[in-house]
């Protein structure tokens, strides 16, 4: 494996890593909740995955203050 004969800049390293930057995650609407969801998977809300129920979401029921 080479070795660099001598150092790189702080400059020059900070350039090479400009573009190492967190990409945005792709969200679009859900067709039967309108909610957003992470394209290519179950929607976390209603449990449909094109257009067919897959996972069984469980209501949580509030408790009353006595």
Do not use: D, N
């Not at 995650?25 to 394209?39: D, F, I, W």
């Amino acid at each position: 494996m080479a070795l660099p004969k001598r150092r790189h800049s702080a400059t020059r390293g900070r350039k090479r890593r400009t573009h190492w930057k967190v990409k945005a995650e792709g969200l679009s609407p859900c067709p039967q909740c309108k909610e957003p969801k992470l394209v290519h998977r179950v929607c976390p809300v209603c449990g449909f995955y094109k257009g067919k129920q897959v996972i069984e979401i469980k209501v949580k029921e509030k408790k009353k203050k006595k």
